[in-house]
Nanobody, 125 residues
Framework: QVQLVESGGGLVQAGGSLRLSCAASGDTICISAMGWYRQAPGKEREFVAGISRNGGNTHYADSVKGRFTISRDNAKNTVYLQMNTLKPEDTAVYYC??????????????????WGQGTQVTVSS
């Protein structure tokens, strides 16, 4: 089993930045790609960003390209999401995900096997 714990969410003004972290523990050898998803009130969970096992490949949703950066530190079993130039529409619960697939980077939620509990990000206008 793998456990994922997110941190770093909070309240920020539009135009501000936040950095989310997701620490993995347990049987981390099972993890290849990792990703971030978000779910706003009344909306479905959507893909935000994904990163391959060695960090050499990334993929972003069009809505966050150029503003968000995903990275990972395998020595710490941690994946990060640096979020810049935040907008009110970025307000959501952000979830970390991990799974056995590596390439192409999974986009569908069903391709990820492990999920964190989520961390709230609120962007005020």
């Amino acid at each position: 089993q793998v456990q994922l714990v997110e941190s770093g969410g909070g309240l920020v003004q539009a135009g501000g930045s936040l950095r989310l972290s997701c620490a993995a523990s347990g049987d981390t050898i099972c993890i290849s790609a990792m990703g971030w998803y978000r779910q706003a009130p009344g909306k479905e969970r959507e893909f935000v960003a994904g990163i391959s096992r060695n960090g050499g490949n990334t993929h972003y949703a069009d809505s966050v390209k150029g503003r968000f950066t995903i990275s990972r530190d395998n020595a710490k079993n941690t994946v990060y999401l640096q979020m810049n130039t935040l907008k009110p529409e970025d307000t959501a619960v952000y979830y970390c995900a991990a799974g056995p697939s590596n390439w192409p980077i999974p986009i569908l939620a069903d391709e990820y096997e492990y999920w964190g509990q989520g961390t709230q990000v609120t962007v005020s206008s």
